[in-house]
């Protein structure tokens, strides 16, 4: 399967801090989507970005497929940011089909301090 | 109302004991996923569906079977719990190709002692 490794593993900042975390994958991908793991266990769908960049307040993200990585960006950071974020890439079969399951990476962990 | 429902939320039980896990939704998808979160890793895919008829195993399938009873809802059982099945498991649906966004569930945390 599509090894996704994320960096860094793990990110301590102070209120108001901007940050980019890293993902990169080893192979064609058909679909990439970030989530946010809230200290609650619950999974937060941020962005579905297999190309291009996106913004959404003050998240944001870029994928260049070409090279196989993505960016997720945090400014202003604020404490509710902290919990685990992951990127998941689903990878193309045979002939560009899709695989329709995602690999995941093993996240980059967030602790914002007030 | 949430579009992916799991129940229940919470589980503990006993090493043998037989377990089912339960997830609806009503998202109207064809597509349907299981996965398995271990504390410190990402989340690995258990089982898989594409439609009523079809099951597919994942890459950590052993120990687990599933059914599909409707479109709507798909199931995971342990025939017999062992703790290294101890884990925070999440149902999963997607949009149709080409898009194939996944949509997760809150998870179910299972604990087997």
């Known amino acids: 399967g599509i090894q996704v490794e994320q960096s860094p593993p793990d990110l301590i900042l102070q209120e108001g801090a901007n940050s980019t975390l890293r993902c990169n994958f080893s192979?064609?991908?058909?679909?990439l989507q970030w989530f946010h793991q809230n200290p609650w266990g619950q999974l937060i769908n941020l962005f579905y970005?297999?190309?291009g960049t996106k913004q959404n307040g003050r998240l944001s993200a870029t994928t260049v497929a070409t090279e196989r990585y993505s960016l997720l960006y945090i400014s202003s950071s604020q404490t509710t940011d902290s919990g685990v974020y992951f990127c998941?890439?689903?990878?193309?079969?045979?002939?560009?089909?899709?695989?329709?399951?995602?690999?995941f990476g093993r996240g980059t962990q967030l602790t914002v301090w007030p | 109302d949430a579009d992916v429902t799991q129940t229940p939320r919470n589980r503990i039980t006993k090493t043998g004991k037989r377990i089912m896990l339960e997830c609806s939704q009503t998202?109207?998808?064809?597509?349907m996923y299981w996965y398995r979160q271990d504390p410190g890793l990402g989340l690995r895919l258990i089982y898989y569906?594409?439609?009523?008829?079809?099951?597919n195993k994942g890459e950590i399938s052993d120990g687990y079977s599933v059914s599909r009873q409707a479109q709507a809802k798909f199931s995971l059982s342990l025939e017999s719990a062992i703790p290294n099945q101890t884990a925070l498991y999440f149902c999963?649906?997607?949009?149709?190709?080409?898009?194939?966004?996944?949509?997760f569930g809150p998870g179910t945390r299972l604990t087997v002692t």
């Open positions: 999963a649906t997607s949009d149709p190709p080409p898009s194939d966004e996944q949509y």
């Open positions: 192979d064609s991908v058909n679909n």
């Open positions: 970005i297999p190309s």
């Open positions: 998941a890439v689903e990878g193309l079969g045979d002939r560009g089909s899709t695989l329709g399951r995602l690999y």
């Open positions: 998202k109207g998808h064809d597509r």
């Open positions: 569906s594409f439609d009523v008829k079809d099951i």
